[in-house]
């Protein structure tokens, strides 16, 4: 069963950048489309976007257009960056692998980031 | 957007009674696609359900899931202390994909 690992700072600064890595313990960046999803503290989670293995993002129109997804097949990892944060991005973020429907059957264990100064 | 609206927000009972939880859309969506996930503290979400009935891998039978339309509902027959969790619903029919604002599901 594939496992997902996120990694990055878990303090970002208002205004800057947030960037985050998902590492994948599959052989091959599988033909699928990967998610990434953010989850505030007492809320439910929200789909931040998806990349799929040749390279086609959507996102949530949410982020306006704030967010970027982007992929390393060779190194088996996709990334997240999300520009201009503000405090309301602190969350717990998550990786997760798409089903072909489009539901998430596995997640990473999910990473905190707090946007303060 | 398709906004999911869960209740009760939180649901108190003690083990072995039997929880029922509520989604309901505010329109529908295509297929019926929609999902269920469990989420105990510190963890990510686990996928229990998805296309409204569809029992994931290792979900106990205690569990079941029905619906369509604009409602659905998740119902534990007997409650395990594992089970004392809260639940989202996620629809996937329509981007972009929503979730719920969660069931809390403690010890009565």
């Known amino acids: 069963q594939v496992q997902l690992q996120e990694s990055g700072p878990r303090l970002v600064r208002p205004s800057e950048t947030l960037s985050l890595t998902c590492n994948v313990s599959?052989?091959?960046?599988?033909?699928?489309?990967w998610s990434w999803l953010r989850q505030p503290a007492g809320k439910g989670p929200e789909w931040i976007g998806r990349?799929?293995?040749?390279?086609?993002?959507n996102y949530n129109p949410s982020l306006k257009g704030r967010a970027t997804l982007s992929l390393d097949t060779s190194k088996k990892r996709f990334s997240l960056q999300i520009r201009s944060v503000t405090a309301a991005d602190t969350a717990v973020y998550y990786c997760?692998?798409?089903?072909?429907?489009?539901?998430?059957?596995?997640w990473g264990q999910g990473t905190p980031v707090t946007v303060s100064s | 957007e398709i906004v999911l609206t869960q209740s009760p927000g939180t649901l108190s009972l003690a083990p072995g009674e039997r929880a029922t939880l509520s989604c309901r859309a505010s329109?529908?969506?295509?297929?019926?696609?929609l999902a269920w996930y469990q989420q105990r503290p510190g963890q990510a979400p686990r996928l229990l359900f998805y296309?409204?009935?569809k029992r994931a891998t290792g979900v106990p039978d205690s569990f079941s899931a029905s619906g369509s339309g604009t409602d659905f509902t998740l119902t534990i027959s007997r409650l395990e202390p594992e089970d004392f969790a809260v639940y989202y619903c996620?629809?996937?029919?329509?981007?972009?994909?929503?979730f719920g604002q969660g069931t809390k599901v403690e010890v009565k």
């Open positions: 599959d052989d091959v960046l599988s033909p699928s489309y």
């Open positions: 296309a409204a009935s």
């Open positions: 329109q529908t969506f295509s297929n019926d696609f």
């Open positions: 996620q629809q996937y029919g329509n981007s972009p994909r929503t």
């Open positions: 997760a692998k798409d089903s072909s429907s489009g539901y998430w059957p596995h």
């Open positions: 990349i799929y293995v040749g390279g086609t993002t």
